[in-house]
């Protein structure tokens, strides 16, 4: 498997400290809004405020949102049902791909049988998968991500 569970616990501690940043950020911009606006000037409370909303969309949009897909994609990955692919590597992407709106992945084109083929998707995190164009190959997926590359490959009637 690419993924441990050591793995998922990691990624999990990193969304906590980003989900911890940004609640810092927001009660701390508001807290200081208000305490500007009703001491100093209540316009320039009302700014701060702002700025805080800004900040806090832009640490979920920046931080948390992706840790948290790739959180999912791993708890998935891991928990998920899996199936064994096989086939011949047609074709591997040399750039990634940003697929479903939430990771990068390289794609790789499998012929499972003759005119028939699956586009897999190997996590880009983990570097560029090491195979060739007409290598056969059975990888472990879940749904159409590579979870595992297996080794023991037997040609299969």
């Not at 983990?126 to 080794?151: A, M």
Request: proline share 2%.
């Amino acid at each position: 498997m690419f993924y441990t569970e050591k793995d998922l616990k990691d990624v999990l501690r990193q969304l906590w400290i980003y989900i911890s940043i940004g609640i810092i950020i927001l009660v701390g911009g508001i807290v200081g809004g208000f305490v500007v606006g009703l001491n100093v000037n209540n316009s320039l409370g009302t700014i701060i405020i702002g700025v805080t909303a800004f900040v806090c969309v832009f640490v979920f949009g920046l931080l948390i949102a992706p840790c948290y897909n790739y959180y999912k994609y791993m708890l998935d990955s891991l928990t998920g049902r899996k199936r064994v692919t096989a086939g011949v590597v047609k074709s591997i992407g040399t750039k990634t791909v940003y697929k479903d709106n939430k990771n990068h992945y390289y794609e790789i084109d499998i012929e499972v049988a003759p005119g028939r083929f699956a586009l897999l998707l190997y996590d880009a995190n983990l570097g560029k998968p090491n195979l060739t164009e007409g290598e056969r190959v059975k990888c472990l997926c879940y749904e159409n991500y590579i979870v595992k590359i297996q080794d023991d490959v037997k040609d299969e009637e």
